[in-house]
């Protein structure tokens, strides 16, 4: 008889959560970031419904300050899948000017992100929203539940979490609550990768490495993506072979010095580094337990 | 993640691909407040090098913070991640761990040994193979590892390393650990036949016996914890038994294509297999496995796929696809265990939501028919069941479901209650059997007598007679109480002059002889509607003795409950709702009771309520309560 594989077995859970979500939830949507982990989950989107379309849109949260092969990406991608694609700006923070390089990374963190998050979830009354977020990135998030529930207000408290026995899981909310779920709350890094490579997935390029104008800021390389970096800054820049082992705003998403071209480079450099995967993100080192601060204020 | 393979440098590709073919193991650890659960994740996880230095820097820093060890790591804090954790310097919900060895993957859940978080234990248990009971060598079995001992074996763990730890704080004393042993030996002969225990000696916080075999306990001869962890046999039981799955969710793009999405529970499938959709029993054969890679030639358990059949049968979610020659039985009134998992105490006799696999239904939750104490394993009396205490107790659903045993399947026979008001998620329980067994064949076999229409509405049949003059307050009471009793989930029907005077007896008036076929039909009507398993409502003045006596007779013992609805005649003319009395004093209507005609007070009524000084619901609640004692509210 067949065995499955620890892949296998990843993948058949994630499936069963997403059909959950879609059979239970009146108004599902999937949290789109553009990195691996959402690559992956759209995959597994596409494949829990097959030969149906997955009952749900897709949203991100632009923070205006991605970088620019990732929005690119993220068009093409929910065109190619046939997904609508919703994409939701915090205009008061546009029109404010709230950015990384004149606020810093946590106000801009907060405004662009945690408080446009709540907005389009309110905008739209999504009850139900999927994020990437896997149990090994961090360890308030190796706390939470798969079906993570949210107050009204969106606020995650971890003291009060709902029991989650087996793969039994209580959808239920009332009127202005919601859940947030996770469907890769059990693979790791590793799976990450192993699975986009057994599947084929195609990733933002950003993930291998290439020659890319960098600048020393705050301790971390980050990347010259357009003309905003202020001037002073984006002047010292040289060019480096990098790549980036998560994605987001790229003032705040520090690069690593690399040579992996191909996913078994990449996969190789994971397994012989000595840091996290989250070292190079600027906003979570700001202080110990900031995620799960962030968190129960509506973080995703 | 830092793994010792020469691969990783020398042929990545062939690594992953011996990684990917690891086995998996689950475990928890489990145990009492402090004896060092989180100390010793921590310490398995940075033996096994799992600790990046990012993380092994604020690790060190933090310990220094809030640790317990002084200047020394505090291991407990790399999976005590939240902030109240941290500054309590206990555990209170689960972490979620993964690392790999050479040999196999990993999932570890270092669960709370509070007793107060107990249902998150429970939650990390739930889908564990093996549990690491921890055990402070100088405290010895406690209340609370006994607790766990139970409820991992509750949950169906059967393999459980007994970690004798601390041993650093008794010396590494033999006599010590042979101690705890014995007495966890005679405890645990109580709790399960094929329990497998593994007893080790240890020191979390020291690395003794975690990675390795260490030198201060040269008398122990078993396997260092990772040697166990790394050997110890996993299968997937589920393989060999018949094949179930529940639907999740119908797949139909389009006019073309109806498929069923789930994930097998159990057994494995191919094309052409004959399947059975319960509850309905209407059999299928499997026409293609459908995957987006691609249709399978065969399914096994832990998968999740799309089925199509050869025929149109009827199948929606929550039904379950189960194999034609060995089926799953269906039922809608269990016996099982339920470990409470609220505040609130359990509410005998109230509805709760019952998920069970992708099914949700209402059930009522009966009183326990004991609870059970985890420090003897004995059955001890209970009205209730309180946050954390575990009991037997039967459940009536409002419809049949599909089920296994849940030592047989967890999916098929695990399930969680959810309070309605709230959605918290209030119980976690276990389907032992099914008090009677409803699938489609045995319905088919039996005499569809009274007691079986009772019983399939999971009740049993009543008729509650209200006597009372005009504006006493017979219906609205009687409405009062049909609200309660469908709240209940209970099958209901009233009979008034409403709804029987204009059609039934629209050829009756009000003479005496009238009056008294009148309620002849009436109470024929009612014992119609209680040999169809109902309970009646009947609101008539019914003002004579004999004609309400007659009505008694007809009905089987025990269940003609007459209520009197005593208001005085002074009291129900002042109301005068529908300014009856007012006409009947003008002489506009005749033959009026408590008028021109007379009302004879019941002798021996069940009930007299008086609603002078009882609000209608305040009746209702009475007269619920009297039914609850009469046992009338149980199933049937
Ligand atoms: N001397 C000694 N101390 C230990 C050992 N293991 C744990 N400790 C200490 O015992 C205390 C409690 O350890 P934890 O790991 O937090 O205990 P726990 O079982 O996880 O506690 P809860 O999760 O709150 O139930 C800490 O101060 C640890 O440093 C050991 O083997 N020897
Ligand atoms: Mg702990």
Redesign the pocket.
């Known amino acids: 008889m067949k065995t499955l594989t620890h892949l296998d077995r990843l993948e058949a859970e994630s499936l069963h959560i997403i059909r959950e979500v879609a059979a239970e939830c009146e108004n599902p949507v999937m949290l789109y970031s553009v990195g691996k982990d959402s690559a992956v989950m759209l995959h597994l989107a596409m494949k829990a419904f097959y030969p149906s379309r997955p009952p749900f849109p897709l949203m991100h949260v632009d923070t205006t300050w991605k970088f620019r092969e990732m929005i690119e990406f993220r068009d093409r991608k929910a065109k190619e899948l046939g997904f609508d694609l919703l994409v939701h700006v915090n205009e008061e923070g546009v029109r404010d000017g709230v950015g990384p390089f004149s606020h810093g990374s946590a106000v801009h963190t907060d405004v662009m992100k945690t408080q446009g998050l709540k907005q389009a979830l309110n905008k739209y009354k999504f009850d139900a929203a999927f994020g990437g977020a896997r149990r090994d990135e961090e360890k308030s998030r190796a706390k939470e539940r798969i079906f993570s529930f949210r107050s009204a207000e969106h606020r995650w408290d971890p003291k009060r979490q709902r029991p989650e026995p087996w793969n039994v899981y209580n959808t239920r909310i009332n009127q202005g609550e919601s859940v947030r779920v996770f469907p890769l709350s059990n693979w790791t890094e590793l799976d990450i990768w192993q699975y986009i490579r057994r599947e084929n997935i195609e990733i933002v390029p950003l993930y291998f490495a290439a020659p890319r104008p960098v600048v020393n800021w705050n301790g971390v390389d980050i990347m010259v993506d357009d003309d905003r970096m202020p001037e002073e800054l984006a002047k010292t820049a040289v060019t480096k072979s990098v790549r980036f082992r998560t994605l987001g705003c790229y003032p705040l998403t520090g690069a690593v010095e690399s040579t992996a071209a191909t996913l078994e480079d990449i996969i190789q450099e994971m397994l012989l580094t000595t840091t996290s995967e989250r070292q190079g993100r600027v906003i979570d080192a700001d202080q110990s337990g900031s995620m799960e601060k962030k968190k129960q204020e509506g973080y995703f | 993640m830092r793994l010792n393979d020469d691969l990783i440098e020398s042929d990545i590709a062939a690594y992953l691909e011996k990684h990917e073919h690891k086995s998996l193991l689950r475990f928890i650890t489990c145990?009492?407040?402090?004896?060092?659960?989180?100390?010793?994740i921590g310490r398995l996880l940075y033996d096994a090098k799992m600790i990046f230095e990012d993380q092994l820097a604020s690790l060190e820093s933090d310990s220094k913070k809030v640790g317990?060890?002084g200047e020394n790591i505090?291991f407990?804090l790399l999976v005590?991640g939240l902030t109240a954790e941290r500054e309590q310097?206990?555990?209170i919900d689960v972490a979620y761990r993964f690392f790999a060895t050479d040999k196999r993957k990993f999932i570890v859940a270092?669960t709370?040994?509070?007793e107060q978080y107990t249902r998150n234990m429970a939650t990390g248990a739930s889908t564990a193979d093996v549990a690491i009971l921890?055990v402070d060598a100088r405290k010895g079995i406690l209340t609370q590892t006994r607790r766990h001992s139970f409820i991992t074996t509750l949950l169906g763990i059967r393999k459980v390393v007994l970690a004798i730890?601390?041993?650093?704080?008794v010396g590494y004393s033999q006599q010590a650990y042979d101690d705890i042993v014995d007495d966890f030996y005679a405890f645990a002969d109580e709790l399960a036949t094929d329990l497998e225990i593994q007893p080790i000696p240890?020191?979390?916080?020291?690395g003794v016996n975690i990675t390795s075999k260490s030198n201060e306990t040269d008398w122990y001869d078993g396997p260092s914890l990772m040697d166990y962890l790394e050997t110890v046999p996993v299968g997937d039981r589920r393989l060999n038994t018949p094949f179930r799955m529940p639907v999740q969710w119908v797949n139909r793009p389009n006019l073309d294509f109806r498929g069923f999405s789930g994930q097998i529970a159990a057994g494995s499938l191919q094309p052409g297999d004959r399947v059975k959709s319960m509850p309905s029993g209407k059999q299928s054969t499997v026409q293609r496995i459908v995957t987006a890679t691609g249709d399978l030639d065969q399914a096994v358990a832990g998968q999740s796929v799309t089925i199509t059949l050869d025929d149109e049968i009827d199948c929606s979610r929550g039904d379950v696809l189960v194999s034609a020659d060995d089926p799953s039985e269906v039922s809608d009134q269990f016996q099982a265990r339920i470990l409470w998992m609220s505040e609130t105490p359990l509410l005998p006799g109230r509805r709760y939501l019952l998920k069970m696999g992708a099914k949700t239904v209402t059930a009522t939750v009966n009183a326990p028919k004991y609870g059970i104490d985890v420090n003897t394993l004995n059955d001890v009396p209970a009205k209730t069941l309180e946050l954390n205490q575990i009991g037997v107790t039967t459940l009536s659903l409002d419809q049949p479901v599909p089920y296994d045993p849940y030592d047989v399947n967890r999916e098929m026979g695990g399930f969680i209650l959810i309070d309605r008001m709230t959605n918290d998620t209030v119980g976690l329980g276990l389907v032992d059997f099914a008090l009677r067994r409803a699938s489609n064949i045995h319905w088919q076999a039996m005499d569809i007598d009274r007691s079986a229409l009772a019983e399939q509405k999971g009740q049993k049949p009543a008729v509650l007679w209200f006597t009372g003059l005009s504006g006493s307050g017979k219906s609205t009471i009687a409405n009062a109480l049909q609200k309660l009793l469908f709240a209940q989930g209970k099958h209901t029907f009233t009979l008034d002059g409403d709804n029987v005077r204009h059609g039934l007896n629209r050829d009756l008036g009000f003479t005496d002889a009238d009056r008294v076929e009148n309620i002849r039909r009436v109470a024929n009507v009612a014992r119609l509607m209680s040999d169809a398993g109902l309970i009646t409502l009947v609101s008539f003045i019914s003002p004579f003795r004999s004609e309400r006596q007659m009505a008694r007779n007809l009905m089987a013992d025990g269940e003609f409950i007459e209520v009197y609805v005593d208001t005085p005649l002074s009291v129900a003319e002042d109301r005068d709702v529908k300014g009856l009395y007012k006409k009947a004093r003008a002489g506009e209507i005749k033959n009026f009771t408590g008028i021109d005609s007379p009302y004879e007070p019941p002798q021996a009524a069940e009930l007299r309520i008086d609603t002078v000084n009882n609000s209608p619901e305040e009746a209702a609640e009475v007269i619920l309560d009297f039914m609850r004692e009469k046992g009338l509210l149980n199933g049937g």
């Open positions: 145990g009492s407040v402090d004896d060092g659960k989180s100390t010793l317990t060890q505090d407990a005590d310097g206990i555990t270092d709370p040994g509070h921890m730890n601390k041993m650093d704080l240890m020191s979390a916080l020291e």
